[in-house]
């Protein structure tokens, strides 16, 4: 059986349609105080789920009774209420992984992030990288996936953060907001595409691999922007580029002032950066990534 943890984020509710409708057996994993809102999208598509607290090993052990395969979702871009990014990341992987090994887990699927680093600027990168990190050093067999910025929403209430925050902004405002230049580079990334290759991760053939994902379409970050204004019918709107330090400083005084800042200092470092795969997606994931950002606009929002 699979444990999927996270289950009600926004991969979760894809992956768990996807699942049921290819009639495999799963149980998922989310935390105590998960939203009624959630939990509802669950109960809609019949997902079999329990509430734990992924700090805490023995719960997280008595959730993994009978699960073989663990894929790994927790994780945000965005630093939770209180809660620190090594915490979600690195602590709640630790936890999982003492869980996982009483129980003779037989595999576990981690889906990172492209770019992650343990010398990485952003606490995203690294944190991500610590949480891989320790994976590698469990002695579980594992995949590890690092996709690029992904996008598209078919189930649930749920959107890609990133996408999700800059269209409201894109929306609200009278411009078409960047940070930096706008020419950083990403390869967008599916969240179906994403779905199959998590899939096709469960193979027992593949062990100890990481794995980089990004979608068939590099494009600038400028260009990423203008696609999701015109899906969000603003397309007439002026693009305004934020110089970084400037953005920096917005990003600083939303952090402070909301719970749910369009923007984070930890996102602001990663303007500057292209996001773009170093080699060719690993066979057998090449096959499955098939759909570019500017060909699924009626599923980007």
């Given at each position: ?45 019949g ?20 699960v ?6 927790v ?129 027992p053939?593949i ?7 990004g ?87």
């Open positions: 059986m699979i444990g999927i943890t996270g289950l009600s984020g926004y991969i979760g509710i894809h992956l768990a349609n996807f699942l049921k409708e290819n009639k495999k057996d799963f149980i998922g994993l989310i935390k105590k105080n998960t939203a009624d809102r959630d939990i509802e999208v669950l109960t809609d598509c997902a079999a789920y329990c509430l734990v607290d992924f700090l805490d090993a023995e719960s997280v052990y008595n959730a993994l009774d009978g073989t395969t663990i894929v790994h979702l994780g945000s871009i965005y630093k939770p209420k209180n809660m620190s990014l090594h915490t979600l990341h690195a602590d709640v992987t630790t936890t999982l992984l003492e869980a996982a090994k009483k129980r003779g887990v037989k595999k576990i699927i981690y889906i990172s992030a492209l770019g992650s680093s343990l010398e990485a600027a952003s606490s995203y990168h690294k944190t991500k990288a610590e949480a891989e990190s320790a994976i590698k050093q469990s002695g579980i067999p594992y995949v590890i996936l690092e996709p690029s910025l992904i996008f598209g929403k078919l189930y649930g209430h749920r959107n890609s953060k990133i996408v999700a925050r800059m269209a409201d902004s894109i929306t609200r405002l009278p411009f078409i907001p960047v940070v930096g230049s706008g020419k950083n580079k990403l390869q967008p990334l599916y969240i179906m595409d994403l779905v199959e290759c998590i899939y096709a991760s469960i193979d053939s062990k100890k691999a990481t794995i980089e994902l979608g068939p379409q590099v494009m600038t970050m400028e260009e990423i922007a203008s696609t999701i204004a015109g899906a969000a019918g603003c397309a007439e709107k002026n693009i305004v580029r934020l110089p970084l330090p400037v953005a920096s400083v917005l990003a600083a005084l939303m952090e402070k002032f909301s719970e749910q800042p369009k923007i984070t200092r930890d996102q602001v470092k990663m303007a500057g950066k292209d996001n773009i795969c170093s080699v060719p997606v690993k066979t057998p994931f090449k096959e499955l990534i098939t759909t570019s950002m500017t060909d699924a606009l009626t599923s980007l929002l």
